[in-house]
């Protein structure tokens, strides 16, 4: 079941028949280009535009999804410009969530609750919509129920009639209620938090005396997400299921920030509260999906192959005046599968299985030893659209850095020590989109450091290099991660698309995500290369890549 976000509509279904979830993010707002009359065609040429990352073909998105038989991406998308604009929700399907094909627009402002658009910024409310036609597998028909709005800031509620958004995949619990959770701030916007609703019959529904959770300091909670996950299985699980081997996840888009963080923790079922798991961390210090270019994510339950999968929206690092040149902002992130770890104390994320029916030329490098201050090319695959899959074995840490225990920051030590910094054990990894004269590059790399206790492995992307534009957001993201230097191997997966790169490193413990656009390592002036400049060498105990072919996307 889902909800629309900024309430305005979104897709919400009776009768359990679909899973799904509405989506809303914040995003740069222009003001003064919100009545932009449609954005002509993009141009013929487009180096940044993704070969097989959802993007509609031109105007601003962001969106939600689910599924049925096939699935379904709602997305919010503004048909007449580069901004939010008054959006409508946007329609696709597809039958392996790679391959995309555009429907109808699903829903667009009809009725007073949502005029403002599907997506206003003011007056936030939660609307009912239902497929008109429920043996047309492609819903390509909704209507809206007079029943509208179904959920409103008031003020006996006493809730900011701004700040009322983003609800949740509704779940049933034993007493035959169900519930759902939307979000919202307090304290002039330094307490975030998930409200809690409930409903007999999907239709009348009753605020909670006590949200479900909250945290102080940590600013609105947009798109919160709050779902079951297996402590001992290897499979997802449906969003309403209960029991003893299940922990919970809540997930929240800190609006200050624009990170996702998330904490794992127990929902007791009887006091309709959710508790984080003792030395829990809440806000921007907290766990995250990814540390880079991700955000407003959501998740959903696929029954048929048992998993549950996430999906997030990348933005811009551009100008607007590039924004405005490229005619589109914002895509979607690649389908994730996402588990708790064997440990249960954080999640893992792998890409969808399914993308890999893109991956063609594939190439063996594995077995190389990379000198200190060297690099290696990876030869004959498309740069500029690949997946690489490498794994370093260290062949001794006789060198290794001591770590200053000032060095709390994974981003800013990333920052300092960027790609080109000589380190001991590192840095060491892939420069991805590379000119060839190392003039750009997008470095994704490990460095080891030692503390008193044990190692501990920092995992960066660095974007410091990544284009010659000097206009470009051009941050450097960064991560510790819970690996073993000594015993076992760091592999890194890196999924490259024109300006986007989705970093995995140690099997999915850790996600980074860099949205880049060089100007000479563009198409076939784009290079790979695998590069140690650390003062010890690293073995590639296997490097296989793949140049990725083009998805069928709208």
Same mark, same amino acid.
Request: net charge neutral.
């Given at each position: 079941?889902?909800?629309?976000?900024?309430?305005?509509?979104?897709?919400?279904?009776?009768?359990?028949?679909?899973?799904?979830?509405?989506?809303?993010?914040?995003?740069?707002?222009?003001?003064?280009?919100?009545?932009?009359?449609?954005?002509?065609?993009?141009?013929?040429?487009?180096?940044?535009?993704?070969?097989?990352?959802?993007?509609?073909?031109?105007?601003?998105?962001?969106?939600?999804?689910?599924?049925?038989?096939?699935?379904?991406?709602?997305?919010?998308?503004?048909?007449?410009?580069?901004?939010? &604009?008054?959006?409508?929700?946007?329609?696709?399907?597809?039958?392996?969530?790679?391959?995309?094909?555009?429907?109808?627009?699903?829903?667009?402002?009809?009725?007073?609750?949502?005029?403002?658009?599907? &997506?206003?910024?003011?007056?936030?409310?939660?609307?009912?919509?239902?497929?008109?036609?429920?043996?047309?597998?492609?819903?390509?028909?909704?209507?809206?129920?007079?029943?509208?709005?179904?959920?409103?800031?008031?003020?006996?509620?006493?809730?900011?009639?701004?700040?009322?958004?983003?609800?949740?995949?509704?779940?049933?619990?034993?007493?035959?209620?169900?519930?759902?959770?939307?979000?919202?701030?307090?304290?002039?916007?330094? @307490?975030?938090?998930?409200?809690? =609703?409930?409903?007999?019959?999907?239709?009348?529904?009753?605020?909670?005396?006590?949200?479900?959770?909250?945290?102080?300091?940590?600013?609105?909670?947009?798109?919160?997400?709050?779902?079951?996950?297996?402590?001992?299985?290897?499979?997802?699980?449906?969003?309403?299921?209960?029991?003893?081997?299940?922990?919970?996840?809540?997930?929240?888009?800190?609006?200050?920030?624009?990170?996702?963080?998330?904490?794992? &923790?127990?929902?007791?079922?009887?006091?309709?509260? =959710?508790?984080?798991?003792? &030395?829990?961390?809440?806000?921007?210090?907290?766990?995250?999906?990814?540390?880079?270019?991700?955000?407003?994510?959501?998740?959903?339950?696929?029954?048929?192959?048992?998993?549950?999968?996430?999906?997030?929206?990348?933005?811009?690092?551009?100008?607007?005046?590039?924004?405005?040149?490229?005619?589109?902002?914002?895509?979607?992130?690649?389908? @994730?599968?996402?588990?708790?770890?064997?440990?249960?104390?954080?999640?893992?994320?792998?890409?969808?299985?399914?993308?890999?029916?893109?991956?063609?030329?594939?190439?063996?490098?594995?077995?190389?030893?990379?000198?200190?201050?060297?690099?290696?090319?990876?030869?004959?695959?498309?740069?500029?659209?690949?997946?690489?899959?490498?794994?370093?074995?260290?062949?001794?840490?006789?060198?290794?850095?001591?770590?200053?225990?000032?060095?709390?920051?994974?981003?800013?030590?990333?920052?300092?020590?960027?790609?080109?910094?000589?380190?001991?054990?590192?840095?060491?990894?892939?420069?991805?989109?590379?000119?060839?004269?190392?003039?750009?590059?997008?470095?994704?790399?490990?460095?080891?450091?030692?503390?008193?206790?044990?190692?501990?492995?920092?995992?960066?992307?660095?974007?410091? @290099?990544?284009?010659?534009?000097?206009?470009?957001?051009?941050?450097?993201?960064?991560?510790?991660?819970?690996?073993?230097?000594?015993?076992?191997?760091?592999?890194?997966?890196?999924?490259?698309?024109?300006?986007?790169?989705?970093?995995?490193?140690?099997?999915?413990?850790?996600?980074?995500?860099?949205?880049?656009?060089?100007?000479?390592?563009?198409?076939?002036?784009?290079?790979?290369?695998?590069?140690?400049?650390?003062?010890?060498?690293?073995?590639?105990?296997?490097?296989?890549?793949?140049?990725?072919?083009?998805?069928?996307?709208?």
């Amino acid at each position: 079941m889902a909800f629309c976000s900024h309430g305005v509509l979104l897709v919400f279904f009776l009768f359990s028949l679909l899973t799904g979830h509405g989506i809303e993010a914040s995003h740069q707002i222009y003001r003064r280009l919100q009545t932009t009359a449609a954005a002509p065609s993009p141009p013929g040429h487009q180096p940044y535009r993704t070969g097989y990352h959802f993007q509609p073909p031109k105007n601003w998105i962001n969106g939600a999804m689910i599924y049925i038989r096939v699935y379904h991406l709602f997305y919010q998308y503004n048909p007449n410009g580069m901004v939010l &604009g008054r959006p409508v929700w946007a329609h696709s399907t597809s039958t392996d969530v790679v391959n995309w094909m555009p429907q109808e627009v699903a829903i667009s402002s009809s009725i007073p609750s949502d005029i403002n658009g599907c &997506g206003s910024e003011n007056q936030q409310v939660q609307n009912l919509a239902v497929p008109k036609n429920l043996s047309d597998p492609y819903l390509r028909e909704w209507v809206k129920p007079a029943v509208n709005p179904l959920m409103a800031p008031t003020a006996m509620n006493k809730i900011n009639a701004s700040s009322f958004r983003d609800p949740t995949t509704a779940w049933l619990l034993p007493d035959k209620h169900w519930r759902v959770v939307i979000g919202n701030k307090r304290d002039q916007g330094h @307490r975030g938090m998930a409200l809690l =609703y409930r409903s007999k019959d999907f239709i009348h529904w009753a605020k909670a005396k006590h949200p479900l959770h909250f945290a102080k300091g940590t600013g609105m909670w947009e798109c919160p997400d709050f779902y079951p996950v297996y402590v001992d299985s290897i499979f997802g699980v449906d969003t309403s299921t209960m029991g003893p081997n299940i922990k919970h996840v809540l997930k929240a888009s800190l609006d200050d920030t624009k990170h996702d963080f998330y904490t794992i &923790g127990s929902y007791d079922i009887r006091k309709d509260i =959710y508790t984080p798991d003792k &030395g829990s961390v809440e806000g921007d210090s907290s766990l995250r999906y990814d540390y880079g270019k991700y955000y407003a994510s959501k998740t959903f339950y696929d029954e048929s192959t048992r998993r549950r999968i996430l999906l997030g929206w990348v933005n811009e690092s551009s100008s607007t005046a590039d924004d405005m040149k490229k005619r589109w902002f914002g895509i979607h992130a690649t389908p @994730r599968t996402i588990l708790l770890d064997e440990y249960g104390k954080q999640l893992v994320q792998w890409p969808i299985k399914e993308i890999e029916m893109l991956r063609e030329k594939p190439i063996d490098l594995s077995g190389k030893l990379i000198k200190q201050g060297s690099s290696i090319e990876v030869p004959t695959i498309t740069a500029a659209q690949a997946n690489v899959e490498i794994s370093f074995r260290l062949t001794k840490l006789t060198s290794v850095e001591n770590i200053d225990p000032a060095w709390t920051n994974p981003q800013l030590l990333c920052s300092r020590k960027e790609a080109m910094v000589q380190g001991g054990v590192g840095p060491f990894g892939l420069l991805t989109l590379a000119s060839k004269g190392l003039e750009e590059y997008t470095a994704i790399f490990f460095r080891i450091f030692k503390s008193p206790d044990n190692y501990m492995v920092l995992m960066c992307s660095d974007q410091i @290099r990544f284009s010659l534009n000097p206009t470009n957001d051009k941050t450097t993201c960064g991560t510790f991660i819970d690996a073993d230097p000594i015993h076992g191997e760091l592999l890194l997966r890196t999924l490259i698309d024109h300006s986007v790169m989705e970093s995995f490193g140690a099997m999915g413990k850790n996600c980074i995500t860099a949205r880049v656009y060089p100007t000479l390592a563009i198409d076939d002036n784009a290079h790979l290369y695998a590069f140690n400049y650390g003062t010890e060498k690293v073995e590639i105990t296997r490097l296989t890549g793949w140049s990725m072919k083009k998805a069928h996307i709208n």
